[in-house]
């Protein structure tokens, strides 16, 4: 059962989690349709979640919620997405009074740094377009957490993150149209198994939204486990629905970079392909 709680209320639930040395997870969805997954394993907060934000963004993210939903499991929750920071410190930036800049927004993902290419720099040049002179930076962080631009399903998986940079959709959807005419010619394909036959997009088999959501769903919990569903429905959400294959290639390659290490995101990406037909090419 959830329970419909302001700010304050559940800055006082999460506090007193840690305060009293509990051990459960958070499930919520904000007023603004992001979901919360928050998990203190006793009195340890070891799992922080806004939406897609993790870390320093997911504070930041949480600070401008007003009110939410929330249901509190007695279970904890790990994610491969990396350990939030310090406990005592994601209290302190939640605390109702503590004031927010953007200074102290930070994004605690490691990144490998790669130096800008052709390709990065089209790229840039494209989102600059959209979200103005914080475009290199998200290039370059969201390039350097994939190791470069080797090939389209790379280019998919940094589309799909820095989309969800842009607030409004048609103009997100129109960013990675633009990408994909500049970049997509330049980049190989991504190697596929061998074991994978090649298909032509025209060959794609059409798909039914409930099952995508479905099959999608299986996939990923073998790599985040029982918060599949709910990294799921918020891609889903973010990228419009699942009524075309544009749709479900945005989806498939958001939840890709859920996957921390890079070989099973890649791995995800292959699966996806060979359930869903070549819509990531």
């Keep these: 059962m959830s329970d ?10 999460v506090s007193d989690a840690v305060t009293q040395g509990t051990t459960c997870t958070v499930f919520g969805r904000t007023d603004s349709k992001h979901s919360v997954i928050l998990s203190v394993d006793r009195g340890d907060i070891v799992c922080l979640r806004c939406g897609t934000k993790t870390g320093h963004d997911a504070i930041a993210a949480l600070r401008q919620m007003q009110r939410g939903s929330f249901r509190v499991d007695d279970t904890p929750l790990k994610l491969h997405s990396g350990a939030p920071p310090p406990t005592a410190e994601i209290i302190a930036a939640l605390h109702p ?24 720099v089209l790229l840039c040049d494209l989102l600059s377009r959209y979200v103005g002179p914080v475009a290199p930076l998200l290039c370059s962080e969201q390039i350097g957490a994939v190791g470069g631009l080797e090939h389209r399903g790379h280019l998919e998986l940094v589309l799909g993150r820095l989309a969800l940079e842009i607030e409004d959709a048609a103009e997100a959807d129109e960013f990675v149209s633009a990408a994909h005419r500049a970049l ?5 394909p991504q190697p596929r198994p061998p074991s994978q036959a090649a298909t032509s ?22 790599y985040l486990g029982p918060v599949a569903p709910v990294i799921c429905e918020e891609q889903i959400t973010a990228a419009g629905g699942l009524h075309s294959h544009r749709q479900l290639a945005a989806v498939i390659s958001g939840l890709a970079y859920e996957i921390a290490e890079r070989d099973e995101s890649e791995r995800f990406l292959a699966q996806a392909r060979e359930a869903f037909g070549p819509v990531l090419d």
């Design 4 to 13: 419909d709680l302001d700010y304050d209320a559940f800055y006082a639930l």
């Design 184 to 188: 997509g010619a330049s980049l190989p």
């Design 97 to 120: 009074a503590t004031a927010v800049s953007d200074d102290d927004v930070g994004d605690t993902r490691s990144t490998q740094r790669v130096e800008p290419t052709r390709e990065a």
């Design 201 to 222: 997009p025209e060959d794609a088999t059409p798909f039914d939204a409930g099952d995508a959501e479905a099959v999608l769903g299986q996939l990923l919990a073998d």
